[in-house]
């Protein structure tokens, strides 16, 4: 589990855009990939002015293993402005504040706790994923919200899953959850240390992406969701596709397109070739630009 200055950035904008709330609650602790400066410098970019640190603040990672020279993920998260922060881990290794199995039913004293809760990299190693998103759900506050950055693709051996925004769109839905955003990050070849493509991600996107998006590198689901008093979370959705009717385009072949063509009279062809060629170079263009679809928004 870790942040890179890439999910720092995109936590930010979604402070920005809703102020985070204590108390603040990740899955598993959270390694943060760059230093106490860096950090103040995407803020700032981010048009977010730090919060002061108090003179005593201990900036060093709780990680055993993560080289001191990086910030902590609790003075990043006082910067925001977030003072109870809790880490809930399977078990202590790292330093946890809260040990939970996920696959298990979480303890009634976890229930309704936290206003936000920040998956960074766990759910992948959770074998059961049914009762770890129940126990998400059942963890956060009417008014909480949850923030995925999850494996979507070329992780083999990382974890046991690899996530579609599907499963996340159709799951926070089905259970009544409001303002779902969903994003695809491409993490490039050194995710620590790339600034991540990201794109936004639809609803219904899948119909026009599912064999068009291509990356050589690391790619993620970003999902982002709040619950409300009228949230449940038990409800097992079914995958969109195989519920809502599907209303697909006609597609004009190839072969179609040549017979249209042996039919039309010889000046007609000369007329509208030119026409339907430019109409097709701009259609590829604008397929290559947004990925079979999806907004490409610029670099993390």
Do not use: C
């Amino acid at each position: 589990m870790g942040l890179s200055a890439s999910a720092i950035r995109f936590l930010a904008r979604e402070h920005k855009n809703k102020p985070f709330i204590d108390p603040v609650l990740t899955l598993g602790r959270q390694a943060v990939w760059v230093t106490y400066d860096e950090v103040k410098k995407i803020l700032i970019s981010e048009g977010i002015q730090p919060q002061p640190l108090k003179q005593d603040s201990n900036l060093t990672t709780k990680i055993p293993t993560q080289p001191s020279k990086f910030i902590s993920d609790i003075a990043l998260f006082r910067l925001l402005n977030v003072e109870e922060l809790y880490a809930l881990d399977v078990s202590d290794y790292e330093n946890a504040d809260i040990i939970a199995d996920l696959n298990m039913p979480i303890s009634d004293e976890l229930r309704g706790r936290f206003n936000l809760i920040i998956d960074g990299g766990t759910l992948e190693h959770i074998f059961d994923i049914k009762q770890a998103m129940m126990n998400i759900s059942m963890m956060m506050k009417s008014g909480g919200r949850i923030i995925h950055l999850s494996p979507a693709s070329n992780h083999i051996g990382h974890g046991f899953y690899s996530f579609s925004p599907g499963l996340f769109f159709d799951y926070y839905l089905a259970n009544k959850f409001i303002n779902p955003k969903a994003y695809i990050a491409d993490q490039g070849p050194d995710p620590n240390n790339n600034r991540w493509k990201l794109y936004r991600y639809e609803y219904d996107s899948y119909k026009s992406l599912a064999k068009m998006f291509r990356s050589k590198y690391n790619v993620h689901t970003i999902f982002v969701a709040e619950k409300t008093d009228s949230s449940t979370h038990n409800v097992v959705p079914i995958q969109n596709q195989f519920r809502v009717p599907q209303n697909v385009s006609p597609v004009v072949t190839s072969k179609l397109r040549q017979m249209i063509r042996s039919y039309m009279p010889s000046k007609m062809k000369r007329m509208l070739g030119p026409i339907i060629k430019r109409v097709e170079a701009a259609v590829r263009k604008m397929k290559r630009s947004e990925v079979g679809g999806l907004k490409y928004l610029g670099k993390l």
